[in-house]
T-cell receptor, first 112, second 114 residues
Framework: DTGVSQDPRHKITKRGQNVTFRCDPI?????LYWYRQTLGQGPEFLTY????????KSRLLSDRFSAERPKGSFSTLEIQRTEQGDSAMYLC??????????FGSGTRLTVV | GESVGLHLPTLSVQEGDNSIINCAYS??????FIWYKQESGKGPQFIID?????DKRQGQRVTVLLNKTVKHLSLQIAATQPGDSAVYFC?????????????FGQGTILTVHP
């Protein structure tokens, strides 16, 4: 296990379609986080899990967004009825709860 | 890859110089701070962290300074190399549940000229 893995790396979708991203954290990390990053900005917090429990959600996470971590290992982030404003880099990070976050390389979403 | 850095503060240095990147944070309750490096098309890479009960922490070629009085954080990079060129972000965690939500600063573009 060399780090946090995200899949896919790039996704182009038509407006109105649903998309799902996957994140595989570092295996011994019990905390998993999702962030969104747009051009010229720092990452913005979306939500985080401790094991399978979703502990906090940002106001940025509208009803069209849902995240799951069913077995406390990998996580998925789904966006329904995508809009052009959803175009961004979606970043996943994990931590042990006692060490700093490790980020994945992200999934770049382009909504056309 | 991602072209981060539009309208971000910039710092240009010569190879071998020392670099200092500054960050002002907003939440006086923040108790944990991290500096990240982000290269184009990649996720943020952890550089160094510091807790609020410390004023200074050193790593390999990097030093983080924390001034809680004025809510200021700085990252010093010694003997800067071309491979250090990237966007640098500070991030803060606002107390209570450590390692929960991080709030990121604006970012600074560092360019190192050979």
């Amino acid at each position: 296990d060399t780090g946090v893995s995200q899949d896919p790396r790039h996704k182009i979708t038509k407006r109105g379609q649903n998309v799902t991203f996957r994140c595989d954290p570092i295996s011994e990390h019990n905390r998993l986080y999702w962030y969104r990053q747009t051009l010229g900005q720092g990452p913005e917090f979306l939500t985080y899990f401790q094991n399978e429990a979703q502990l906090e959600k940002s106001r940025l996470l509208s009803d069209r967004f849902s995240a799951e971590r069913p077995k406390g290992s990998f996580s998925t982030l789904e966006i329904q009825r995508t809009e052009q404003g959803d175009s961004a880099m979606y970043l996943c990070a994990s931590s042990t709860g006692t060490d700093g976050y490790t980020f994945g390389s992200g999934t770049r979403l382009t909504v056309v | 890859g991602e072209s981060v850095g539009l309208h971000l503060p910039t710092l240009s240095v010569q190879e071998g110089d020392n670099s200092i990147i500054n960050c002002a944070y907003s939440n006086s309750a923040s108790d944990y701070f991290i500096w990240y490096k982000q290269e184009s098309g990649k996720g943020p890479q952890f550089i160094i962290d510091i807790r609020s009960n410390m004023d200074k922490r050193q790593g390999q070629r990097v030093t983080v300074l924390l001034n809680k009085t004025v809510k200021h954080l700085s990252l010093q990079i010694a003997a800067t190399q071309p491979g250090d060129s990237a966007v640098y972000f500070c991030a803060e965690n606002a107390g209570g549940t450590s390692y929960g939500k991080l709030t990121f600063g604006q970012g600074t573009i560092l360019t190192v000229h050979p």
